[in-house]
């Protein structure tokens, strides 16, 4: 009787213990998997007043989220330069969890003739981030300012740094514009402009 006591005892210890450790079936210690993570159902757009099409144009966003077939969160306000972008990308990754960020930014820079390494060292902040966040960051480079002569070889800086950035896609904005027979007003494209845009990100994707 004594020693069933302590066969059955013994048997007991060792299924409580298998019990404590899930089982002891499964190569994650008989855990819960975890969840599969939430599906990139959107892109996000981060831009200036061209990308809001300044009350003159649907803006590139707008038209390139049909070309690509996914939402477009456009994230582009009037007057913002590089600077912005590198404050709201993580809020906006955060936010809306898209597969791709495009970004157009840097002719406020180049128009105000502030630091254009400065712009270029965030447009790469951003790429940074992007890229941390498992988010695709495509650049476009800027169209041309036909508003001043040194204002448009502002963007020419910018846009060598642009094709240069690490980790970044480059969309070929500048050359998509041409001549800026579209920018109507010195610095806004017109509709055929916004179009030329969100064609040049298109061609980039995914």
Known sequence: MHRKFLQLSSQLTVFLLLIACGGGGSDSGGGQAPPPPAPKTTVVAIGDSIGNGF???????SILG?????EVINMSVTNERTGFGV???DQLIDQHNPSHVFILLGTNDALRNESLSGAVNNLQTMVNIARSRDV???VGTIPPLTI???ENRNTD?????IRQLSNAVIAPVRSAIGNGSTIVDGVH???EGQELIADAFAS???
């Open 136 to 138: 695709i960051p495509i």
């Open 157 to 161: 800086v910018i846009n060598r740094g």
């Open 55 to 61: 009350d003159i144009a649907t803006p590139w966003p």
């Open 87 to 89: 404050t709201v990308i």
């Open 66 to 70: 049909g070309k690509i077939d996914r």
């Open 148 to 150: 001043g002569v040194q």
């Open 204 to 206: 980039v994707y995914p």
């Open 189 to 191: 494209p017109n509709q």
